[in-house]
Each structure stands twice: as C-alpha cells, then as structure tokens.
C-alpha cells in the first residue's frame, strides 16, 4: 500500500513542473537512498506506482577519465537542449564516493549555468554503498526524473571500476569521452568499455588537433581489428543496424554540440526502427533483477548466524592449506541450510 | 570419515610412481568429477586426507587462442621436462566441451609423445559444468597430482569466456601465447588477458619472424601505456619484483624451449624470494572458496521451491515495465526467507 505521505508526493511529482514537483523529486530520490526498512518498503510502493509513468526519456550514458571535460560537455549540451524545449535530469555514478565519502562528480557546482534552469535537474551520486547499490539508487533515480517529465537523462560516470559497465548497462546510449592520447585509448580497450560504446568523443581538439586526428585513426582502426565491423550488434553493411562513431569536438568551445546531438537523435531512430531500443531497455531490466538478486544472496550469507560462527575458522584453515577451499564452500552452504551441491 | 575403498587409493596415489598410482589418480579424479551426492562426499573426505601432501608442485597456466600451438609448446616442454627428471601433469579448462560435449583441448592424441611417458599425466577438461564447475574439477584434479608427486602441473585452456582468468587464478605462473598479428594482441587486451600475464610468447616465429618482431614491440610498447611498468606487481625498477617478459619463440622446432624453462625458473626463484607465490597461493585459495559459495547461493536461489514459484511471473511483469527490478529482486529474497535488504 502506497502510503498518504508518498501519494502527496507522486502528485506533485507527476503534476505540473513547478517547485513543488522538483521538491518531490529530491524528496522521492531521498526516500530511494535511504537505509531503513520502513522507507525501503514505502519506496518500493512508490516506484511501482510510478512505473507506468516512466520509459518515455531518451537515456544517455557518458564517460571518461577524469579530466576528459565530461562535466563542460554535459553542460554544454544540456544548455543546447534546454534551449529546444526539453528537460534535463543529470544523474551520476561514483564508486569512489563511497570510499571517500564525497563526490567528485555531479555537484551543482561544477554546472552553474545548468544547474540554474528550471528545465535542469542535477542529482549528485549516492555517496554509500558498494557499485550495484550505488547503480541501483541511480536507477530507480532515473525512473522518478521520467515519471517528472524529463525528457532526456544523462548519467555520467567516471572510468572507475566496473561503473562504465554499469551505466552503459542503464542507458539507451553509452558515449565514451576520450583525450587525445594513445594510453587512454589502450585503457578503454583493456576495460571492455571501448566495445560497448555507441559512441565515441575525442574532445579537446582544440588543443592538439593533430593528436585528435590520430587518436580517432587509431580508434577507428581498434575497432576494425577487435572485430566490430563484422558484428551485426555493432556494425555492418546493413543499413538497419548502428555503426559505432568516432567523432571529435571540443566541449569548451561548444564546437560540435549541435553536430553531436544530431548523431544522437539518429542513434535514438535507427534503434527505435529496428527495435534495439526496447529490445536493450528488456535485457537492462532483467540483468538489474538477477544483479539485485545476486547482492541479496551475498547478503544473506554474510548475516547467517551459522556462517558467521564457522567462517572465521574455515578461512583459517583454508589459509593454513588443511581445508580445500571448494570443500570449505560446501559445508558454509550446508551450514546455512542450502543442499550439497 | 575417509572410505576404506577411498583409503587404499590414497595409499596407492602417494605410494612410488607405477601403474597402481596412474590408476589412483585417475579414480580419484574421477570420483572428484561426479555429481553423484555420496561421491561428492567421499570427495571431500579424500580432498581433505590428501592435502597435506599437495603444494609442493610448480603451477603453470598456458593460454592462447586455438591454432596458437599449445598442445605443441606443451608436448615439448613436456618431453624437454621430463628428461630433466621432472614429472609433469596436463590439465585442461575447456569451457566450450560443456556445449560441444566433447573437448577440444587435452584428448592425448593431441601428445601422442608425452602421453605415452611414464613421468607424464594428461587428463582432459571435465566435460560437463559451468567454467566455474569445470575450473573447480581442474583445481581438484590439481592438487590430486601434485599429492601423486607430480612437481610441475600445466593447466591449459583456450581464450573462451573468462577461462583465462580462471586459469590464471589457479596458477603460479601464467603464460600467454599469441599469435603474430595485431588483432589477437588487441583482443588479449581487450580480455584483460595481457596485463595478468607473468610472460607473453609470440608463437611461430618460424613463419613470419618479422611479423613476430612487430607484435613483440606493440606488446612490449602497450604494456607500459597501460602502466605496468609503474605497477609494482608487475614491473619496477626493484629487481625483487618481476617485470613481465615478451619473448619470440618457435614450438614447432622446439626453438627457445630451454630458454622458455630457465625464464620459468627465475620466476619461479624470485616468487618464492619475494614472498609473492606463497601470498598468490593464499589469495587464490580464498578466491576459490568465495567462487564457489557464489555458485552455491545461485544454485540454492534457482532450486527454491518459492522463488520457482514467483520467478516466472516476476520476469514478466519486469519485462512488461509493471515491476520495477529491483523490486522483484527484494520480493524473490524475502520469499526465500531472507531478511529484507
């Protein structure tokens, strides 16, 4: 049951934009956040009650190192699309605000002329939790921002961890910001990010454009050499399907904003066309249940009174080499009620 | 309590090298490899009466991809090996023999010199299991042979899936061969396959040695973008640490196969100096037993009687936008009983 208190709230939120629907908004998203088990239970409530309300915003994941002008290039845009008439939610994911207990990025403070708009909003990264519960949080962040009426939502993230996967494992488009520079192009590589990328950006062209231009050969050239022309999710002769881009452009002078949003709105119709839009939306939606359900589980074995008494001494003695690990497995799971397996 | 059919294996396993031990050995693995319950039992028991013996071997991963020439490096080094005084076991992770149901890695014929030498053991990849089911078997099988007396274990596996990080998380040692060309040093680094390599071998050089050469620079050249040189578990200034090595070679002539084992003896003498393979071992023993409880929680998860009940409706209703994920994922946990996360 949907409680009073939240329904207000959902009212607000799904109502006219106005300063009591971004006050909800930031209300909801910090009922999401919380830890207690009341608030878990009354924003579970709330989440599907908005569900039916959400979907309907272009989602675009962006990364990069730190450095690459992320935060310059979302404001930059964002500016550019407020003046067309949309609305902007900027969500962000920070493993390492966990670690050091605040955010490098998504702070208000780094956009100042965005963060000004009405048609702007700008959620910082929860600031504890592992990656999956950081994710989840931006997520279900996410889904309140559409259920408010915008538009379009960017959730950016720095190259930290496992979080590019994360978020190109939330969004209908992951672009990867890169500097002109062959280590970082071998870096995105190594991590896998490179593969998963729509599109690619090498930014600050104005300050070496000769780099830029042999950073976008080298990349372009990786892609061929990993295989992704003759790979119908990524690339082919068929007009159907997308064609990763290597583009380059500088965020600070604002050349290219307008060129890169016209590549997105062709991303966002070619897969809207054929499909992959919804068909990439059902397979995110079913890899964020089995990620919950894993973390769950962990969780369960963690807090098992039985576990928690044999543990310490099975790890001893699987350190010490007088148990073997896959039999210390074992009795853990026998221990907590589970069959042998 | 170890079975007494189990207890004259064990006396036969650890007793001199003659047909009686072969033939342990391979009862014992195979005893390891069923899926029997009161096998898996008797399993455990011998696991456990068997590793005080076990340790004592030196642990060599090899990897690279099919066509690369493992089966002819590791026949050679075998032979080189065996006429040495060493006694060498081959094993193998072939996660495809799961789908094939046949291996492709491993069958003797393959080693037709080294399979009929009394100082060799080869056993295939257990065909049957996910790669963290087959890659705990080999794991097992492993510390069977070094309890037999085998003093060096190759483990084998082809770059499928992730079977690289799991060989090379069960190794002291992990070698990658690669094939003369950029493509495969690109996809090597793409796996994060390269910068968990202790020494890359370009293989073949015989074929085209100036094609071997330019891998060997762009391996070399790219392992210090990704910053191995300044990794200190990989590469500093600090002689006591080891620095990755790329060395050419050619295994069809048996080229460069002494320099190869004096390479892996350094290794192998400065690991043991620096305290890095006892510590690596350790690791890799919790690493092991985290694995597996992972795997048994999902297992436990897909066999509940509860979530059996709910999951089928739950995928829907996430698929059709009509329950958030993260939802179902806490609803499926509580019905098996786990406290609410």
Same sequence: chains 1, 2.
Avoid at 23 to 42: G, N, V, Y
Avoid at 226 to 232: A, R, S
Wanted: neutral net charge; contains cysteine.
């Amino acid at each position: 049951m949907l409680h009073s208190v939240d329904q207000i709230l959902l009212d607000d939120l799904t109502g006219l934009p106005c300063s009591a629907q971004r006050r909800a908004l930031a209300k909801i998203i910090t009922l999401l956040e919380s830890t207690r088990l009341d608030h878990r239970h009354r924003a579970d409530e709330v989440l599907n009650a908005l569900l039916p309300k959400t979907g309907k915003s272009f989602r675009l994941g962006i990364s990069g190192v730190p450095g690459v002008g992320k935060s310059t290039l979302i404001e930059t845009l964002g500016l550019y699309l407020i003046e067309q008439g949309h609305r902007v939610a900027v969500l962000a994911i920070d493993p390492s605000s966990s670690i050091s207990g605040g955010s490098i990025l998504g702070d208000k403070t780094r956009m100042e002329r965005l963060s000004v708009l009405d048609g702007a909003f700008i959620r910082p990264s929860p600031s504890s939790g592992t990656l999956g519960g950081v994710a989840e949080k931006t997520r279900e962040a996410m889904l309140v921002a559409e259920a408010a009426g915008f538009d379009v939502v960017i959730v950016e993230t720095v190259g930290v961890g496992q979080s590019e996967i994360a978020v190109a494992g939330m969004t209908d488009m992951f672009l990867l910001m890169q500097l002109p520079n062959a280590g970082d192009d071998l870096q995105a590589i190594k991590k896998g990010v490179m593969e998963i990328a729509d599109l690619i950006v090498i930014n600050k062209v104005d300050i070496d454009a000769d780099a830029a231009m042999r950073a976008q050969l080298f990349i372009t050239s990786s892609l061929r050499l990993l295989g992704f022309q003759g790979n119908p999710d990524h690339a082919s002769n068929d007009q159907k399907l997308w064609h990763p881009l290597v583009m380059t452009m500088s965020a600070l002078q604002g050349n290219g904003v307008k060129e890169l949003w016209e590549k997105i709105q062709q991303f966002k119709q070619l897969q809207t066309t054929n499909g992959k839009l919804q068909s990439r939306r059902q397979q995110q939606a079913g890899a964020w249940m089995w990620d919950r359900v894993d973390a769950g589980l962990k969780n369960a074995f963690r807090n098992n009174p039985a576990v928690q008494t044999l543990l310490p001494g099975f790890i001893a003695e699987v350190n010490q080499g007088t148990m073997a690990p896959s039999v210390a497995a074992r009795r853990l799971l026998e221990a907590m009620g589970h069959e042998f397996f």
